[in-house]
């Protein structure tokens, strides 16, 4: 899984590129480079974390990934399958939809936090759980995001999830002039912080998933004769 992951956010990091460069004019926007570096820094950056710093965070790092590495790939699939369905479907709102979508990726979160904690006693693998699933997920969005939105560029299905997404609202109030490099942007700056946040996000309820059940564990422990 650490592998996979590595390759997957040299994978994702190169689509965030490939639309950098095939959107025009879109470098001479002064804050087209710091979106493209910024894009691109925290995608490889999800690439070192599974490669050095996650494994530090549990003594049997294996373990966690049994539970985090389906739960991780679990929440890509729901990611990925929103995402497509969107294109598919084309509502006209999809705003139930992102609700849906990010209400069973949170209780996926907590659900591998919860699992951990029961199957080892302890808090750490939980958190490192949480925050497996937490990278897996996001960086599988991100990659089958960026494909979507090149796949089906310039479509009438595209200009539909435009629509249902409030896109051509946002770049009216916007000021800027281009609509392409406008969404350009607006993609980078979506994965930048939905990465950023996502494994916060995979802390917190891990945590939360745990808690009770390490309560639990505790309370049956100590009315053990």
Same mark, same amino acid.
Do not use: C
């Given at each position: 899984?650490?592998?996979?992951?590595?390759? !997957?956010? &040299?994978?994702?990091?190169?689509?965030?590129?490939?639309?950098?460069?095939?959107?025009?004019?879109?470098?001479? $926007?002064?804050?087209?480079? &710091?979106?493209?570096?910024?894009?691109?820094?925290?995608?490889?950056?999800?690439? +070192? +974390?599974?490669?050095?710093?996650?494994?530090?965070?549990?003594?049997?790092? +294996?373990?966690?990934?049994?539970?985090?590495?389906?739960? @991780?790939?679990?929440?890509?699939?729901?990611?990925?399958?929103?995402? &497509?369905?969107?294109?598919?479907?084309?509502?006209?709102?999809?705003?139930?939809?992102?609700?849906?979508?990010? @209400?069973?990726?949170?209780?996926?979160?907590?659900?591998?936090?919860?699992?951990?904690?029961?199957?080892?006693?302890?808090?750490?693998? +939980?958190?490192? @759980?949480?925050?497996?699933?937490?990278?897996?997920?996001?960086? &599988?969005?991100?990659? $089958?995001?960026?494909?979507?939105?090149?796949?089906?560029?310039?479509?009438?299905?595209?200009?539909?999830?435009?629509?249902?997404?409030?896109?051509?609202?946002?770049?009216?109030?916007? !000021?800027?002039?281009?609509?392409? $490099?406008? $969404?350009?942007?607006?993609?980078?700056?979506?994965?930048?912080?939905?990465?950023?946040?996502?494994?916060?996000?995979?802390?917190?309820?891990?945590?939360?998933?745990?808690?009770?059940?390490?309560?639990?564990?505790?309370?049956?422990?100590?009315?053990?004769?």
């Amino acid at each position: 899984m650490r592998r996979i992951m590595v390759i !997957g956010a &040299i994978v994702t990091a190169a689509l965030v590129l490939f639309g950098v460069f095939t959107t025009p004019h879109f470098l001479d $926007v002064g804050r087209g480079w &710091i979106g493209a570096v910024a894009a691109t820094g925290i995608v490889l950056a999800y690439g +070192a +974390a599974a490669h050095l710093v996650i494994p530090a965070l549990d003594r049997e790092p +294996a373990q966690v990934l049994r539970v985090a590495g389906p739960a @991780g790939l679990a929440a890509g699939a729901v990611y990925a399958v929103e995402t &497509i369905a969107e294109y598919v479907v084309r509502p006209a709102d999809n705003t139930p939809w992102g609700l849906a979508e990010f @209400g069973l990726v949170f209780a996926l979160m907590a659900v591998a936090g919860g699992v951990l904690a029961w199957s080892t006693g302890r808090l750490r693998p +939980a958190l490192a @759980g949480g925050l497996w699933t937490g990278l897996i997920g996001p960086l &599988i969005w991100y990659a $089958v995001t960026l494909s979507a939105f090149y796949l089906f560029r310039g479509t009438a299905a595209q200009e539909a999830v435009f629509r249902a997404e409030g896109d051509y609202e946002d770049f009216a109030r916007s !000021g800027m002039v281009d609509f392409d $490099v406008f $969404v350009m942007g607006d993609f980078l700056g979506a994965g930048f912080y939905h990465l950023l946040l996502s494994p916060v996000f995979g802390l917190v309820l891990g945590a939360l998933g745990a808690a009770p059940v390490l309560l639990f564990r505790r309370k049956r422990a100590n009315s053990a004769p």
